[in-house]
């Protein structure tokens, strides 16, 4: 099976870059850019409470985050870290208790109707299951053209109907595809639906939230390399949010350690997972299972 390349070339599908990019944690002269440019996205000092009448829960204290444009940073963290709560406010779902999150240096408002309407095009989820995120009632191209309309992205149908074939291609699925249901697929396969109607509409940002934990170990590597190679391709900036350290390793150049609603550690991806200053960043390492 062959796939066009967002350049429009066919190749093979899941065929390796000839580009010469770097592997994550080698780019260091990109890293050095980064760290002198203004952040695409972030959050200053936030912090999220929940509650009322005396009784608060914090899931977030003081959470200093910046993702600069066409880096890849991974948040990793154990189940009541807060990264749901994180991730709620990196979309621009949910607003701070104190703090703020802002998007190309603006203050991101849910009541500036003009920022987040561009904020909702160049952001964009691949979320953990497909089979719950994918409408089964809605064929692929209404599920892959979804953002585009309801964005009001394209001049008219038959555009619309030709960047669905366009980033079908791009995940590896036939334009025949179009025509069938989420069910007659694979777990695989579904999450490349997912991921095809996220780029639809031409995002600067990618955000997974634990976007191949529910999938076979086989395809979660399959899903992971399609991940790597649409970035580097497309300029993607990526953000993942997950559990699995060894998977951050992987897909990510920056990590960022949650532990209780706080930064425990964060730094380039092989410092932070070769010479952890913090132990419980030492804890999670040792708890990847390892072969042998």
Known sequence: MTEKTPGGVDRAAGAPLTTGAAAPGDQRASSDVAATSAPLLALHGVSREFGG??????????????????????????????KSTLLRLLLGLDTPTSGQVSYRGQTLDRRDRALLKRFRREVQVVLQDPRSSLDPRMTVAQIVAEPLQSLRIGADQRERSARVDEVLGWVGLDADARRKYPAQFSGGQRQRIAIARALAPSPKV??????????????????????????????????????????????????????GGRVEEAGQTRQVLTRPTSPYTRALLDAVPTLG
């Open 53 to 82: 009448r005396g009784r608060t829960t914090t899931a977030l204290d003081g959470v200093d985050i910046a993702v600069h444009e066409g880096r890849s940073v991974g948040i990793v963290g154990e189940s009541g870290a807060g």
């Open 206 to 259: 990618l955000v997974g939230d634990e976007p191949v934990s529910a999938l076979d170990v086989s395809v979660r590597q399959q899903i992971m390399e399609l991940l790597a190679r649409l970035r580097t391709e497309l300029g993607l900036t990526l953000v993942l949010v997950s559990h699995d350290v060894a998977i951050v390793g992987q897909l990510c150049e920056e990590t960022v350690v949650l532990r």
